[in-house]
């Protein structure tokens, strides 16, 4: 429905993207999450055309209608609030339904705009965003001007509705009761996962570690062989080794570490007996093998890779 393809984005010498890839898919609620000024707002606008990407490609379905609901609001069109939520083209009681639970009551909704809290006005716009039922929501915090009994409401709402939506959102309990996948913005690229915010926390913890471990064997490995060129590169008889081996250091791929250092370490490197969620492709596969099979496989592939990417 949504794909970006290898998409970079920077401002001025501030990288937010680099070949990022990644993929909306119907029916999902993405949370989009990452540290102030990592480029969430950035993404959301690229998504809408009002940036440009630097590189690679935003694809869309043709004619796919997105709504916006903006970090900072600055105008919303109409008079009252209950003008502006349905703008003449829904029905005035479904605006009015759900005007009521974004907590407004019967007399606000003929309340100009212009009298309106900024957190009211917010949710006015959300009102006609989610009246106007487009393909995709994208919704930058819009549980910031909420209170409980108002959040609770739009939760069920969007939980009982079918909306495909990306949000961005601070709040880790509101994305655990909502989210079916999450993305997060780190290392200027897209990491996403299937299930809740909780879920995510433990798969990053789990896919870095091992990712980790994998470079701690990349390493030995290249230092050993590194050993035996140093050992042996003024030696005749082993000219051929020593070259073969220098080649083969040359087109080793490094495996990055993303891991934060300060984060604590996960006990004995690889992840077995770890319910370990599925990542990015497989959200609809129906892998019969257990959890605790999953992580051993998944951490022995990462291993193959390692040792065949340093091959030595
Ligand atoms: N139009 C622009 N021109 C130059 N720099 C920009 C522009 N828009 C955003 N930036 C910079 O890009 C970085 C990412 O901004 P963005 O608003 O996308 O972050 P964010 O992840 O949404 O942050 P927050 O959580 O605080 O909302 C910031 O350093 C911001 O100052
Ligand atoms: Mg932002």
């Not at 487009?134 to 930058?140: A, E, F, S, V």
């Amino acid at each position: 429905m949504l794909q970006l393809e290898s998409v970079s984005k920077q401002f001025a010498t501030k990288v937010l993207l680099k070949e990022a890839s990644v993929h909306l898919r119907p029916g999902t609620r993405v949370g989009l999450v990452g540290p102030n000024g990592v480029g969430k707002t950035t993404l959301l606008r690229l998504v809408l055309g009002e940036q440009d990407v630097d590189d690679g490609r935003i694809r869309k379905r043709p004619r796919l209608r997105i709504g916006y609901l903006p970090q900072d609001l600055e105008t919303i069109p109409g008079h009252t609030a209950l003008d502006a939520t349905h703008r003449g083209s829904y029905p005035e009681h479904d605006a009015k339904r759900i005007l009521s639970g974004l907590g407004f009551t019967e007399s606000d909704f003929s309340r100009p705009l212009s009298a309106l809290s900024g957190g009211f006005r917010m949710r006015v716009a959300l009102a006609h965003l989610l009246l106007s039922a487009p393909d995709i929501l994208l919704l930058d915090e819009p549980t910031n001007h909420l209170d409980k009994a108002t959040q609770r409401w739009f939760e069920d709402f969007l939980l009982k509705s079918s909306f495909t939506m990306l949000v961005i959102s601070h709040d880790t309990a509101f994305l655990d009761r909502i989210a079916t996948h999450i993305w997060e913005i780190r290392h200027q690229r897209i990491m996403e996962s299937v299930g809740n915010y909780t879920k995510y926390v433990a798969w990053r913890e789990a896919f870095e570690a091992a990712q980790a471990a994998a470079a701690d064997r990349q390493d030995k490995e290249i230092g050993r062989v590194q050993k035996f060129v140093d050992r042996f590169r003024y030696q005749a008889t082993k000219a051929s080794q020593v070259q073969s081996r220098l080649k083969q250091l040359e087109k080793v791929k490094r495996i990055e570490r993303t891991r934060d250092p300060k984060r604590r370490a996960i006990p004995n490197g690889c992840v077995s007996g770890f319910p370990f969620p599925r990542h990015r492709d497989d959200t609809r596969s129906t892998s019969k093998a257990s959890p605790r099979h999953t992580a051993r496989s998944w951490c022995t592939a990462l291993w193959i890779f390692s040792w065949s990417e340093a091959n030595v």
